[in-house]
């Protein structure tokens, strides 16, 4: 993910855990710093993330970013870093049985086994190993809790690589996605995308992190050689990648079964292995359009193929 340029995110998130009186406004010219930050963090969960290093990545002093960091978020740099390396740490355990647990605690940011395992009991209530052997259907019982029919053939295919203009919200998917799509799709049309494929990237796992914890990207596909008018939306590439993609057409609030049918049914038993980047639905203008009750759409998940 490319540094974030300006884009119009200056409201405050509410503070976490349930609480109910908006956080201080932050300037958006700090907003978009310490996104770029949080970007930065997901995709170097095992490097250097001290709060000297990463406000020096943000041009702003320590003092102020820990500040800053703290009003924009609801939590201090410190328990973010290690929220997110736990929880990314969770997500593999569940979804990459080939990966032995001491290679995902270091890559994961953890300095030993033994650290990572403490670490993991405090915040999930069960070692890594009960994670894994489904101890994480205890942490969280999905809303719509059903069976699902037959799913359809689950296409693996090569994306190309691609630049998206995108704007981004925070809070649970179920609502802020909407109010997302309605601020991001006039901005689409304005700019004559109206016609290019759109895509929706859910950078937290609501299961895991919990919903208001959910950062969220909406995002359209720039032509080769698209100039930017002066809109000064951030940006960012994607790069060449396998992706295995489920058709979705029905109730955008069914969304998460079709998730489970690529984790939990197809993963296991494909010769593929979850891979690096997000997830994201990915919509045809001509199929519909995301943000409404009912949706046409394709599930997305980079994967990767197996070791022989």
């Known amino acids: 993910m490319s540094t974030l340029a300006s884009a119009p995110l200056t409201s405050a998130p509410r503070p976490p855990h349930g609480g109910t ?102 915040h999930f209530g069960m070692t890594p190993s009960a994670w894994r052997s489904g101890g994480w259907l205890n942490w969280h019982t999905p809303v719509h809790d059903r069976g699902t029919a037959p799913p359809p053939a689950v296409e693996v295919r090569r994306q190309e690589p691609a630049d998206y203009l995108f704007m981004r919200a ?45 950062r969220m990207d909406a995002c359209v596909e ?22 295995a993609t489920l058709p979705f057409d029905g109730p955008s609030s069914d969304i ?3 998730w489970r049918t690529l984790l939990d049914e197809w993963l296991p038993h494909s010769p593929f292995s979850m891979g690096e980047g997000h997830f994201f639905e990915r919509y045809e203008p001509r199929a519909g359009v995301p943000g409404i009750p009912f949706v046409r759409c394709e599930l997305c998940m980079p994967v990767q193929p197996r070791p022989l």
């Open 222 to 243: 720039l032509p080769p050689g698209w100039r930017d008018p002066g809109v000064r939306l951030p940006r960012h590439r994607v790069g060449e990648r396998w992706i």
């Open 256 to 258: 998460a079964l079709g």
């Open 21 to 122: 009186a908006p956080m201080p406004p932050v300037p958006g010219h700090h907003v978009h710093r310490i996104e770029a930050v949080l970007d930065h963090v997901d995709a170097h969960l095992a490097d250097d993330l001290r709060l000297e290093t990463l406000a020096r990545l943000a041009a702003i002093s320590p003092f102020h970013f820990h500040r800053l960091f703290l009003s924009w978020t609801g939590e201090t740099l410190k328990a973010f870093v290690r929220r997110r390396r736990l929880e990314s740490a969770a997500g593999r355990l569940r979804h990459c049985p080939d990966e032995k647990i001491t290679f995902i605690a270091l890559n994961c940011g953890f300095a030993s086994p033994e650290a990572f395992a403490r670490a993991f009991r405090e």
């Open 170 to 214: 925070r809070g649970d998917y179920r609502r802020a996605a909407y109010e997302l799509w309605e601020r991001f799709l006039p901005v689409v049309h304005s700019l004559g995308l109206g016609d290019q494929p759109l895509a929706f990237i859910g950078l937290d796992d609501p299961a895991i992190a919990g919903t208001q914890n959910c």
